[in-house]
């Protein structure tokens, strides 16, 4: 067992002081990496409450609900930030990518103090995918909230939409690595070739949004 | 590997297709909101199916104890339903027995559902879901020009006698549920085959550019709704119109995206 809290009050504290020393973008992107960082911490309550009441085990838990759970509060700081500051398409893709990198910066933490970072590899396998992970389904999702506005078709149900295409691509890892052998290989891969395809694909909308 | 796996594979297969042509459609289009919508929508579907397939192939023979494949179809039915409603579509002022059509139908598919898998949470969400694309489907329909009040009676006149029959197999059983299961399929698949030929008609003709992505949208909700209806090699066919639809609702897409 590890105290997640005291972890993230560890790793918190020197970014909260850094914040007081940084001005503009940088004390924003600290900000949102800050906020990822609670929003794991909050995320594994509501999933550990889930683990328990729903009786499905921890597995199961992690391979079906966390993913929903995950993608769900992720989305509510970047819809708050959306709805409370109207801001451009720059902020807004750089407001996610600190939430899903803190988010993935925590978790790894936690994984890590709790299985060992003993095999290199197995350390860089997770950082490269776990890490990567996050950061595309919150991307994917900043992005397709700036085409909506753009489009003038932001509604209640183009947005649950698209955090379900995050919910479901994030459902999809887990499912993957679950298990050993040659569909963890294609798990582990899946972040990084999503992050390229994602790439691409955005400039072809940038090109046509003139974001 | 059995005939639900190939058909499932090749559903997979031809829903990645779809999103490849898509993407390049979004490309080809100046920001047309409807491809986009479409695009984003069909990834969600074929994400869905890849869990599926998955699944399949990593836990055989062990059901899940929370379908989260239907996430994918969430996404679907609702980013489409955005993409029928959202300006400029045109959005008519009394819609309300419409609408109550809508959530009377969906509400007989929810206890349809829970009465054959008992899942309560999934089917209302999902049945929520449908109830926002069909109502979207049908005031977007209804925005065009093309439902008129005695087309609507059609509509409904159609769509409630399955929901009946289907409910009725619940009472009866032996020969006579057996026979009343069949009815259901061969009304079914001739609602499938009247909207085949109705579509092929209209894009044959080419005068009338989104009434050809109307049906084509209808002939999704009819076979999904259908599909969800059958079993065994039934829904397997259900399935194949499905797919039939996508590819369809693609088509039309693309010719009415030219024509703009």
């Known amino acids: ?211 | 590997m059995n005939a639900s796996d190939v058909i499932s594979l090749l559903y997979t297969m031809v829903l990645l297709v779809v999103v490849l042509h898509s993407i390049r459609l979004i490309s080809a289009t100046n920001r047309s909101m409807k491809v986009i919508f479409f695009a984003f929508a069909v990834v969600g579907l074929a994400l869905d199916e890849l869990y599926w397939l998955t699944y399949g192939i990593l836990r055989p023979d062990t059901r899940m104890p929370f379908a989260a494949n239907e996430i994918g179809e969430w996404a679907f039915f609702l980013l489409l339903g955005a993409s029928l409603t959202a300006p400029p579509a045109r959005k008519p002022s009394p819609c309300l027995k419409e609408i109550l059509f809508c959530v009377l139908f969906s509400a007989c598919n929810i206890a349809l559902w829970i009465g054959w898998s008992g899942e309560w949470g999934q089917d209302i969400i999902t049945g929520i879901v449908i109830c926002y694309f069909f109502s979207s489907l049908l005031i977007s329909v209804k925005g065009a020009g093309y439902l008129t009040d005695r087309r609507f009676g059609v509509v409904a006149a159609v769509c409630l006698p399955l929901v009946l029959m289907q409910g009725l197999t619940f009472f009866v059983d032996g020969s006579v549920k057996t026979g009343l299961d069949l009815a259901c399929y061969v009304y079914m698949f001739a609602g499938c085959a009247f909207l085949l030929y109705r579509l092929a008609y209209v894009i044959r003709k080419g005068s009338e550019r989104n009434k050809a992505g109307f049906l084509a949208c209808g002939l999704f909700a009819w076979s999904t709704t259908s599909m969800y209806m059958s079993s065994g090699y039934f829904y397997l066919a259900m399935l194949c119109v499905c797919m039939i639809s996508i590819v369809l609702m693609l088509y039309t897409l693309k010719k009415e995206v030219e024509a703009e």
Not at chain 1, 18 to 36: D, I
Not at chain 1, 180 to 194: A, D, R
Request: hydrophobic letters at 55%; aromatic letters at 14%; one cysteine or more.
């Open chain 1, 1 to 211: 067992m590890i105290f997640a809290e005291n972890i993230l009050l560890c790793i918190a504290i020197p970014l909260i002081v850094s914040l007081l020393f940084v001005r503009g973008e940088v004390r924003r992107y600290l900000t949102a990496f800050l906020v990822g960082m609670g929003v794991c911490l909050l995320s594994a309550y509501i999933s550990g409450f889930l683990n328990l009441s729903s009786g499905m085990g921890e597995n199961d838990t992690a391979i079906f609900l966390s993913p929903i759970v995950e993608e769900l509060m992720k989305l509510l700081p970047l819809l708050y930030f959306l709805f409370l500051f109207q801001p451009g398409e720059r902020m807004l893709t750089m407001f996610a990518v600190a939430i899903g990198a803190g988010f993935a910066t925590f978790e790894n933490c936690c994984y890590i103090l709790t299985s060992g970072a003993e095999r290199f590899s197995y350390v860089m396998i997770r950082g490269m995918a776990v890490g990567v992970m996050h950061i595309v389904t919150i991307y994917a999702l900043a992005v397709w909230l700036i085409i909506a506005r753009n489009l003038k078709a932001f509604s209640f149900p183009a947005v649950v939409g698209g955090v379900s295409i995050s919910m479901i691509f994030h459902a999809l890892y887990n499912l993957l690595v679950s298990e050993p052998g040659p569909s963890s290989v294609v798990g582990y891969l899946m972040p990084i070739v999503t992050a390229w395809g994602l790439y691409f694909l955005y400039r072809k909308i940038a090109a046509a949004f003139d974001l």
